[in-house]
């Protein structure tokens, strides 16, 4: 997608402080005004992957080699800059920030997640989400690809081939851990976490303590989406276009409808609670409802398989601590209750700052 200066929009689009906000994959920041005028441009030093935020006349923008920026909403001039030293090897991502009561939440390459101050910058703690393991710069991948979500006194994090973490929001201190990974990331809703494994399998956590509800293994390899709560379904978009609908309490598919050929790549809230908004890879814009008075028996059923689903041939596989590769060897496609899952999957408090 480009826009009318000939910038290709490579972070998304975001609305806050009667501004419409995008970042280009030259490094720079776009704020336009409600009837589409050019306010204010600000250049990054590198790519911006993720839609920038609105917070307190303050527009936070994140580029691709790990900076944060502070930007004044009026003009655009930078206030100030938040940045760390990352390893080696590190996965391109599209993982920005989440923002709440004045502090800043983002997770960075090598396991770690990090809360600045929203109005200078400064570090307020750093905790660390997973720790790096193996012995080649592959193996020792442990990101945290997706947005951090803030939930009361809590903010929760995930890092591909390493682990889910509760941290409370005022010391950094870890609440609880386990090993999950996960590229595209979380959600919460009614205090559970629901949570898409790396590999297909769907989690769904206790806010409180990590441990498991249910885990949905049918869609091993499909390169789910973050899961959306809707109402009281999951929803979550595939790499052949396809929408799932999973139940919210039992984790079993419900139903599913085909949008297009292509990967989803996004799914937001719409303009009612039964409605989501679903964007495709190359360029296809969706809006699914359930109607008023229907449900999701009138939504295609789910009780046949689709045609087209084959693995992809190239799928990575990543080797973590989780019953996923294992459940696809075996060919499992049943949705498993908390009281299946092995008691070494949940582990206790675990340190920061180390």
Same mark, same amino acid.
């Given at each position: 997608?480009?826009?009318?200066?000939? %910038?290709?929009?490579?972070?998304? /689009?975001?609305?806050?402080?009667?501004?419409?906000?995008?970042?280009?994959?030259? @490094?720079?920041?776009?704020?336009?005004?409600?009837?589409?005028?050019?306010?204010?441009?600000?250049?990054?030093?590198?790519?911006?992957?993720?839609?920038?935020?609105?917070?307190?006349?303050? /527009?936070?923008?994140?580029?691709?080699?790990?900076?944060?920026?502070?930007?004044?909403?009026?003009?655009?001039?930078?206030? &100030?800059?938040?940045?760390?030293?990352?390893?080696?090897?590190?996965?391109?991502?599209?993982?920005?920030?989440?923002?709440?009561?004045?502090?800043?939440?983002?997770?960075?390459?090598?396991?770690?997640?990090?809360?600045?101050?929203?109005? !200078?910058?400064?570090? $307020?703690?750093?905790?660390?989400?997973?720790?790096?393991?193996?012995?080649?710069?592959?193996?020792?991948?442990?990101?945290?690809?997706? !947005?951090?979500?803030?939930?009361?006194?809590?903010?929760?994090?995930?890092?591909?081939?390493?682990?889910?973490?509760? /941290? #409370?929001?005022? !010391? @950094?201190?870890?609440? &609880?851990?386990?090993?999950?990974?996960?590229?595209?990331?979380?959600?919460?809703? !009614?205090?559970?976490?629901?949570?898409?494994?790396?590999?297909?399998?769907?989690?769904?956590?206790?806010?409180?303590?990590?441990?498991?509800?249910?885990?949905?293994?049918?869609?091993?390899?499909?390169?789910?989406?973050?899961?959306?709560?809707?109402?009281?379904?999951?929803? $979550?978009?595939?790499?052949?276009?396809?929408?799932?609908?999973?139940?919210? %309490?039992?984790?079993?598919?419900?139903?599913?409808?085909?949008?297009?050929?292509?990967?989803?790549?996004?799914?937001?809230?719409?303009?009612?609670?039964?409605?989501?908004?679903?964007?495709?890879? %190359?360029?296809?814009?969706?809006?699914?409802?359930?109607?008023?008075?229907?449900?999701?028996?009138? $939504?295609?059923?789910? *009780?046949?398989?689709?045609?087209?689903?084959?693995?992809?041939?190239?799928?990575?596989?990543?080797? #973590?601590?989780? *019953?996923?590769?294992?459940?696809?060897?075996?060919?499992?496609?049943?949705? %498993?209750?908390?009281?299946?899952?092995?008691?070494?999957?949940?582990? @206790?408090?675990?340190?920061?700052? #180390?």
């Amino acid at each position: 997608m480009e826009s009318e200066y000939g %910038e290709t929009i490579s972070g998304g /689009v975001s609305i806050g402080g009667g501004l419409i906000m995008s970042g280009t994959n030259t @490094g720079k920041v776009l704020a336009h005004n409600v009837e589409g005028e050019l306010v204010w441009q600000s250049q990054l030093s590198s790519e911006v992957l993720s839609a920038p935020v609105y917070f307190d006349g303050l /527009v936070v923008a994140r580029s691709g080699d790990n900076k944060i920026y502070g930007l004044d909403a009026v003009d655009g001039t930078r206030k &100030w800059v938040y940045e760390r030293k990352v390893p080696p090897l590190s996965l391109r991502s599209s993982a920005g920030v989440a923002i709440d009561s004045g502090a800043v939440y983002a997770g960075f390459s090598g396991g770690k997640m990090v809360a600045i101050r929203a109005d !200078n910058g400064k570090l $307020l703690w750093d905790a660390t989400v997973a720790i790096p393991k193996g012995v080649t710069e592959i193996e020792r991948i442990a990101d945290v690809t997706s !947005n951090p979500v803030v939930a009361g006194p809590v903010v929760y994090a995930v890092a591909f081939q390493g682990r889910v973490a509760a /941290v #409370d929001r005022v !010391n @950094g201190k870890v609440l &609880w851990n386990r090993d999950v990974s996960s590229y595209a990331g979380m959600s919460y809703d !009614n205090e559970r976490i629901y949570i898409t494994h790396a590999i297909g399998s769907i989690y769904s956590l206790d806010y409180a303590t990590g441990k498991t509800f249910w885990r949905q293994p049918d869609f091993l390899h499909r390169r789910l989406t973050k899961p959306f709560p809707m109402l009281d379904t999951v929803v $979550l978009g595939d790499v052949e276009g396809y929408l799932h609908y999973l139940d919210m %309490e039992s984790g079993k598919e419900v139903a599913r409808i085909k949008l297009d050929s292509q990967p989803v790549m996004s799914i937001v809230q719409g303009n009612s609670s039964s409605q989501v908004v679903v964007t495709t890879r %190359e360029g296809g814009l969706y809006a699914v409802t359930i109607g008023e008075g229907a449900s999701l028996q009138d $939504l295609p059923t789910a *009780n046949e398989p689709a045609e087209s689903y084959e693995q992809p041939d190239d799928e990575l596989d990543v080797g #973590d601590q989780s *019953n996923d590769a294992s459940d696809a060897k075996n060919g499992k496609t049943k949705v %498993e209750p908390a009281a299946s899952q092995p008691d070494d999957e949940f582990s @206790g408090e675990s340190s920061v700052n #180390d």
